[in-house]
T-cell receptor, first 115, second 114 residues
Framework: DGGITQSPKYLFRKEGQNVTLSCEQN?????MYWYRQDPGQGLRLIYY???????QKGDIAEGYSVSREKKESFPLTVTSAQKNPTAFYLC??????????????FGPGTRLTVT | QQQVKQSPQSLIVQKGGISIINCAYE??????FPWYQQFPGKGPALLIA?????SEKKEGRFTISFNKSAKQFSLHIMDSQPGDSATYFC?????????????FGGGTRVLVKP
């Protein structure tokens, strides 16, 4: 099955610890994205990557870091510098050069709780 | 700042009724307007999308209406069913945006009562 996988589904961490969220896609998509979703709110873009070894900050990048060493993988690290890390994190991908390249396909999400 | 404003924040509709969600945008460069459906604890899924060269697009019970001059678009869910209970997000993008970034509305939580 083609799709986007995120692991784990639930993640618990103590305040002050860095944590890495996994995102893998086998859709052969060029672009990948990380969003943060807070209760009752829309999706806010954290980072995005259009190609391997390249990524750009989104609207709320402070306290987060990413890497894109492989086309199919785009892990997100939530650092201790992120003031309010508890949220639902969503990874998405998009075929960058296709005619319908605006379409983004989302993974199932990781709910991170930091106490 | 690019924004997409979505209303209402929530709505309740009886089974068989029509759910209507509205979105307004500011950036006239937007040229792609998708709607996403999200069930609790799941990632959003693309429901239907429209480009500004058409005024309406219908897929099954879901219809997007687009008003370019008013910079508004809306989602109509006809014959609403309890299984349609979810949060719906409108979004917009432009080919001028780096990385084909989507700008999302705040979401509408729809509850369909049986």
């Amino acid at each position: 099955d083609g799709g986007i996988t995120q692991s784990p589904k639930y993640l618990f961490r103590k305040e002050g610890q860095n944590v890495t969220l996994s995102c893998e896609q086998n859709l052969n998509h060029d672009a990948m994205y990380w969003y943060r979703q807070d209760p009752g709110q829309g999706l806010r873009l954290i980072y995005y990557s259009q190609i391997v070894n390249d990524f750009q900050k989104g609207d709320i990048a402070e306290g987060y870091s990413v890497s894109r060493e492989k086309k199919e993988s785009f892990p997100l690290t939530v650092t201790s510098a992120q003031k309010n890390p508890t949220a639902f994190y969503l990874c998405a991908s998009s075929p960058r050069l296709a005619a319908t390249s605006y379409e983004q396909y989302f993974g199932p999400g990781t709910r991170l709780t930091v106490t | 700042q690019q924004q997409v404003k979505q209303s209402p924040q929530s709505l309740i509709v009886q089974k068989g009724g029509i759910s209507i969600i509205n979105c307004a945008y500011e950036n006239t460069a937007f040229d792609y307007f998708p709607w996403y459906q999200q069930f609790p604890g799941k990632g959003p899924a693309l429901l239907i999308a429209i480009r500004p060269d058409v005024s309406e697009k219908k897929e099954g019970r879901f219809t997007i209406s687009f008003n370019k001059s008013a910079k508004q678009f809306s989602l109509h869910i006809m014959d609403s069913q309890p299984g349609d209970s979810a949060t719906y997000f409108c979004a917009a993008s432009t080919r001028k945006a780096a990385g084909n970034k989507l700008t999302f509305g705040g979401g509408t939580r729809v509850l369909v009562k049986p």
